[in-house]
């Protein structure tokens, strides 16, 4: 598409990932991390002065090693042990109500899907005792989405169908944004 998915347009002020920090900020979380592939190094040096000063940026030196890596160094680079909430960067339309959903369900023992029409979608928040599981495990190569089976899923119904959106093609990054 040109840039990294975090550097895209949401609109006329924001990036993607802009849009993503502002809505966690609006909903008061106490700490956010991005993960960054270190091949987007220089791309992020150009709009890091827009994103607050509070966020933290932990650079992923082996993307190779995929999802399940990025989220444990992620976590592993956080203070806090905390519920913890992984969103992806290509889907910039996380809503203050689809958060508080996830939120009001969460405990301390499993993870939170919110739920558009008997499909999951993101973000999803993690309990203390996932982060636990993922901070100790030495295979980084496991597939998230497996290792989450191992865990009870909350579902929590939302009527929001932006939460199912994947934007991965120049196609529906026009046609979503209307650019």
Same mark, same amino acid.
């Given at each position: 598409?040109?840039?990294?998915k975090?550097?895209l347009?949401?609109?006329?002020?924001?990036?993607?990932?802009?849009?993503?920090?502002?809505?966690?900020?609006?909903?008061?979380?106490?700490?956010? /991390?991005?993960?960054?592939?270190?091949?987007?190094?220089?791309?992020?040096?150009?709009?890091?002065?827009?994103i607050?000063?509070?966020?933290?940026f932990?650079?992923?030196?082996?993307?190779?090693?995929?999802?399940?890596?990025?989220?444990?160094?992620?976590?592993?680079?956080?203070?806090?042990?905390?519920?913890?909430? /992984?969103?992806?960067?290509?889907?910039?339309?996380?809503?203050q109500?689809?958060?508080?959903?996830?939120?009001?369900q969460?405990?301390?023992e499993?993870?939170?899907?919110?739920?558009?029409?008997?499909?999951?979608?993101?973000? /999803?928040?993690?309990?203390?005792?996932? /982060?636990?599981?993922?901070?100790?495990?030495?295979n980084?190569?496991?597939?998230?989405?497996d290792?989450?089976?191992?865990?009870?899923?909350?579902?929590?119904?939302?009527?929001?169908?932006?939460?199912?959106?994947?934007?991965?093609?120049?196609?529906k990054?026009?046609n979503?944004?209307?650019?």
């Amino acid at each position: 598409m040109g840039v990294p998915k975090f550097a895209l347009r949401y609109n006329k002020k924001l990036s993607f990932l802009e849009k993503i920090v502002s809505e966690y900020e609006k909903f008061l979380c106490n700490e956010i /991390i991005v993960v960054v592939n270190n091949r987007n190094r220089k791309e992020l040096e150009k709009i890091k002065h827009r994103i607050s000063a509070k966020v933290k940026f932990v650079i992923n030196n082996y993307p190779e090693r995929e999802r399940f890596y990025s989220i444990k160094i992620g976590l592993e680079n956080s203070s806090l042990r905390y519920p913890t909430f /992984i969103h992806n960067v290509d889907n910039p339309f996380v809503s203050q109500k689809v958060l508080c959903s996830l939120s009001e369900q969460s405990n301390y023992e499993d993870y939170v899907v919110p739920i558009f029409r008997k499909k999951g979608g993101h973000p /999803i928040l993690l309990s203390q005792k996932i /982060i636990k599981f993922i901070t100790e495990k030495s295979n980084y190569n496991e597939n998230f989405r497996d290792f989450l089976s191992n865990f009870e899923k909350i579902k929590t119904y939302v009527n929001d169908d932006t939460i199912l959106i994947n934007i991965n093609t120049k196609k529906k990054y026009e046609n979503l944004l209307q650019l």
